[in-house]
């Protein structure tokens, strides 16, 4: 059913174009909400993270642009690399910009936002200007990240003003929605919730995963074929990480998994992703002659993610112990590995984990790599028949997190 055309912003600095961007769930809301008759637009920078692009060659303060029928506005910030002080100015100026021209376009009736932890505040300020609704799009707990990593405790001085501004920001919503399935626990832990004398109303406090979409997935697994003889190898089980390749990922614990398993010819671990870690992470393999562990693309287009991720016999998520995932995750590439119907392995026990509730794999914190490998081996060793009912069960799961579902859900609270 066609709704009457409301106007919709979708704010998130990261999001990119659908060629270049991993995290897909901004464009995929925006093609299915503009599919069930709602003008979207997506305000995100310029400057692709993690990325040398900047699509603003000159000085044009912002530039539309259309992929498909997923519409783009693309605002001109700081190339930043790698510098955390020159990230946190494209942050401030994104949102300050955005604020600027919002003059320029059809006023929206609803803006949808990913709030960054500096100025975000600017955004909500321009939805009550506008009249429009103010949705907050929570990807991040932050800075409970930050308390979860061990980076900072949770009575550091600037983890109690960061949170103080956490809680302000959440006041201005006028629905909240968390990408991870504990949202509403982490609110009421906070004691932010009007039973505990906190300013938010639980019934205005939702939950919509990152997702995967199912169709796209499909398609692409059969059009975007990687021709590489390590991935079309069915004489050896494939144990497939794919993602970013940094301290907090922890991939060093499957390196050593990799080490206990080094005399089982029949398992190669094809590590697919990038960070400051895999540089010395491919160094320790080559020290310690692990012919088990390759090393595969630093970056892999999305189109080329299905068919790559279906080629695997067991996928893993690898974390940092000690409390992540406390409020569940919602982690892209985890839906992907469901929809490519394969058990997953995780090293951490998280909250409202889909791996334990459609029972598609392991999810433990192991307390050497010889545990973490005899869990590996458990998922590579199985009867094929236990197996085989395993895979049917993580693609049935997948269903429940398909982009077309979770839209019609974000379309009841909008």
Same mark, same amino acid.
């Given at each position: 059913?066609?709704?009457?055309?409301?106007?919709?912003?979708?704010?998130?600095?990261?999001?990119?174009?659908?060629?270049?961007?991993?995290?897909?769930?901004?464009?995929?809301?925006?093609?299915?909400?503009?599919?069930?008759?709602?003008?979207?637009?997506?305000?995100?920078?310029?400057?692709?993270?993690?990325?040398?692009?900047?699509?603003?060659?000159?000085?044009?303060?912002?530039?539309?642009?259309?992929?498909?029928?997923?519409?783009?506005?693309?605002?001109?910030?700081?190339?930043?690399?790698?510098?955390?002080?020159?990230?946190?100015?494209?942050?401030?100026?994104?949102?300050?910009?955005?604020?600027?021209?919002?003059?320029?376009?059809?006023?929206?009736?609803?803006?949808?936002?990913?709030?960054?932890?500096?100025?975000?505040?600017?955004?909500?300020?321009?939805?009550?200007?506008? +009249?429009?609704? $103010? *949705?907050?799009?929570?990807? #991040? =707990?932050?800075?409970? /990240?930050?308390?979860?990593?061990?980076?900072? &405790?949770?009575?550091?001085?600037?983890?109690?003003?960061?949170?103080?501004?956490?809680?302000?920001?959440?006041?201005?919503?006028?629905?909240?929605?968390?990408?991870?399935?504990?949202?509403?626990?982490?609110?009421?832990?906070?004691?932010?919730?009007?039973?505990?004398?906190?300013?938010?109303?639980?019934?205005?406090?939702?939950?919509?995963?990152?997702?995967?979409?199912?169709?796209?997935?499909?398609?692409? +697994?059969?059009? $975007? *074929?990687?021709?590489?003889? #390590? =991935?079309?190898?069915? /004489?050896?089980?494939?144990?497939?990480?794919? &993602?970013?390749?940094?301290?907090?990922?922890?991939?060093?614990?499957?390196?050593?998994?990799?080490?206990?398993?080094?005399?089982?010819?029949?398992?190669?671990?094809?590590?697919?992703?990038?960070?400051?870690?895999?540089?010395?992470?491919?160094?320790?393999?080559?020290?310690?002659?692990?012919?088990?562990?390759?090393?595969?693309?630093?970056?892999?287009?999305?189109?080329?993610?299905?068919?790559?991720?279906?080629?695997?016999?067991?996928?893993?998520?690898?974390?940092?112990?000690?409390?992540?995932?406390?409020?569940?995750?919602?982690?892209?590439?985890?839906?992907?590995?469901?929809?490519?119907?394969?058990?997953?392995?995780?090293?951490?026990?998280?909250?409202?984990?889909?791996?334990?509730?459609?029972?598609?794999?392991?999810?433990?914190?192991?307390?050497?790599?010889?545990?973490?490998?005899?869990?590996?081996?458990?998922?590579?060793?199985?009867?094929?028949?236990?197996?085989?009912?395993?895979?049917?069960?993580?693609?049935?799961?997948?269903?429940?997190?398909?982009?077309?579902?979770?839209?019609?859900?974000?379309?009841?609270?909008?």
């Amino acid at each position: 059913l066609l709704v009457m055309a409301k106007i919709i912003w979708l704010v998130n600095m990261s999001a990119m174009p659908p060629h270049l961007e991993p995290r897909l769930q901004t464009i995929k809301l925006a093609q299915y909400l503009g599919e069930k008759g709602y003008d979207v637009k997506i305000f995100a920078s310029s400057v692709m993270h993690n990325m040398d692009i900047d699509l603003i060659a000159d000085k044009s303060p912002y530039i539309e642009k259309s992929y498909g029928n997923v519409h783009f506005i693309h605002i001109k910030t700081l190339q930043y690399g790698e510098s955390k002080i020159k990230r946190i100015i494209s942050s401030m100026q994104f949102v300050q910009r955005v604020a600027r021209y919002a003059h320029n376009f059809p006023k929206p009736d609803v803006i949808i936002h990913v709030p960054g932890f500096l100025l975000g505040y600017k955004i909500a300020n321009l939805a009550k200007k506008l +009249k429009a609704k $103010y *949705i907050s799009q929570v990807l #991040d =707990l932050y800075p409970e /990240s930050i308390v979860e990593l061990g980076v900072m &405790g949770k009575n550091n001085p600037i983890i109690k003003v960061l949170r103080w501004y956490e809680k302000w920001m959440y006041k201005k919503a006028n629905e909240h929605v968390f990408s991870m399935e504990g949202g509403k626990d982490y609110i009421i832990d906070q004691g932010w919730d009007t039973e505990h004398g906190g300013p938010i109303d639980l019934n205005t406090v939702h939950y919509i995963n990152n997702g995967v979409d199912l169709k796209d997935f499909e398609y692409n +697994k059969e059009h $975007y *074929i990687v021709e590489d003889s #390590d =991935l079309q190898d069915t /004489s050896v089980k494939k144990v497939m990480y794919l &993602g970013s390749i940094r301290l907090a990922n922890n991939v060093m614990q499957l390196v050593k998994v990799a080490e206990v398993l080094k005399e089982r010819d029949d398992i190669k671990f094809l590590i697919y992703g990038n960070g400051d870690e895999r540089p010395v992470l491919e160094s320790y393999c080559k020290e310690h002659d692990l012919k088990n562990v390759l090393f595969k693309d630093k970056w892999v287009e999305p189109k080329y993610v299905p068919y790559i991720v279906s080629q695997a016999d067991v996928h893993v998520l690898n974390y940092m112990p000690g409390g992540f995932g406390h409020y569940g995750g919602s982690q892209s590439k985890s839906f992907q590995y469901m929809a490519s119907g394969k058990p997953i392995c995780c090293n951490i026990r998280m909250a409202y984990c889909p791996i334990t509730k459609f029972n598609i794999g392991i999810a433990n914190e192991f307390q050497s790599a010889k545990e973490y490998a005899d869990a590996i081996l458990s998922l590579v060793d199985m009867p094929k028949a236990e197996y085989d009912a395993m895979c049917l069960r993580a693609k049935e799961a997948a269903k429940q997190y398909d982009y077309e579902y979770l839209t019609s859900k974000m379309i009841e609270i909008i």
